[in-house]
């Protein structure tokens, strides 16, 4: 209640002192004299364009997204294998790579010092196959499944499996001849 005292009696002591009449005729064109005398310049009004900011946000929105469809799908493209072009190819893929992940386990477990020059050789080989089959899979991807590709690439699959295979017959060769050797010893 106070503070509306307060303003009632400040109201009433500066009454007579606010400014309500109004400006004398051409008050503006003298004013507007007066600002082009002291050169200050009235800058223009830029027109806004209020539709304008939304229009640009969807027009990127629309550019990026079709930047990132693209980048996809060229990735999937570039890692086109066996599996991507049909079902039937994708259980060839399947079995090779479960029989190839069997194999190398079964290489690895050997442990004997005379035959880790043949594990190493062997290896060594199906790096270079690796290399080759992902050389195929970008053939793959710009030939638009060529099936002298898809033959290829089953091709790489079965040398792998061949050489490690090989192999492993050779470890079990080296085997059998240490294991004859070491009875001819005993029997000495």
Not at 35 to 42: G, P, T
Not at 47 to 74: D, E, H
Request: glycine residues 0%.
């Amino acid at each position: 209640m106070k503070q509306e005292d307060n303003l009632d009696h400040l109201f009433k002591t500066l009454q007579n002192d606010f400014d309500v009449e109004t400006p004398n005729t051409h008050h503006e064109d003298r004013f507007l004299a007066k600002l082009k005398k002291q050169s200050i310049a009235v800058k223009p009004v830029k027109k806004t364009y209020p539709f304008l900011k939304p229009l640009l946000a969807v027009a990127a929105t629309i550019v990026l997204l079709i930047t990132f469809t693209f980048a996809f799908q060229k990735q999937d493209q570039e890692h086109a294998d066996l599996a991507s072009v049909s079902p039937e190819m994708a259980k060839t893929q399947s079995f090779f790579t479960a029989t190839i992940s069997q194999e190398l386990k079964e290489l690895k477990k050997e442990n004997a010092p005379e035959v880790q020059p043949l594990i190493q050789d062997a290896l060594k080989h199906l790096n270079v196959l690796e290399a080759n089959y992902e050389t195929l899979k970008l053939d793959l991807t710009k030939s638009g499944n060529d099936k002298r590709v898809i033959y290829a690439m089953i091709a790489n699959f079965q040398s792998r499996i061949e050489i490690l295979e090989s192999v492993m017959e050779t470890i079990d060769n080296v085997k059998q001849l240490k294991n004859i050797s070491n009875e001819n010893e005993t029997a000495i």
